[in-house]
């Protein structure tokens, strides 16, 4: 029984250890977090500083901020880059700057769940509000 609990114990200080570490920028009120996905753990920040409005139009909005993705799973790599997110209030639609052209995004599947957060967390970052309820 002795031995039983020692393991036990052991194993729940592992677990717990794993599984209590801070995110890479959690405690830091520069970075939100809003997702986390791939295989390797990667976490999906809005660097807060980066915010910039770029349109202010009632039920259209645009705003620019940089995305920082850290993560994996043997080597941690992180890349930031500039995302700009074009809103329609009324639609409920949102759209990425990508090759040179505006996408839709698609909010449906694991893809839609991903650009959903991304928007909904840049847009409440902006504003205080959420885009999408």
Not at 20 to 37: H, P, T
């Amino acid at each position: 029984m002795k031995k039983f609990l020692s393991v036990a114990v052991f194993v729940i200080c592992v677990l717990s250890i794993n599984f209590c570490f801070a995110r890479y920028y959690d405690n830091d009120s520069n970075y939100v977090l809003f997702g986390a996905w791939g295989s390797g753990g990667y976490f999906h920040y809005w660097y807060l500083p980066s915010i910039e409005i770029q349109e202010y139009n009632p039920p259209h909005y645009q705003i620019s901020a940089t995305e920082v993705v850290i993560g994996g799973k043997k080597i941690i790599s992180e890349t930031r880059e500039k995302i700009s997110i074009r809103y329609n209030w009324y639609t409920k639609e949102t759209f990425h700057f990508e090759n040179g052209h505006w996408v839709n995004d698609t909010v449906e599947g694991l893809e839609g769940e991903y650009y959903k957060n991304r928007a909904n967390a840049l847009f409440r970052a902006a504003y205080r509000m959420n885009f999408y309820n």
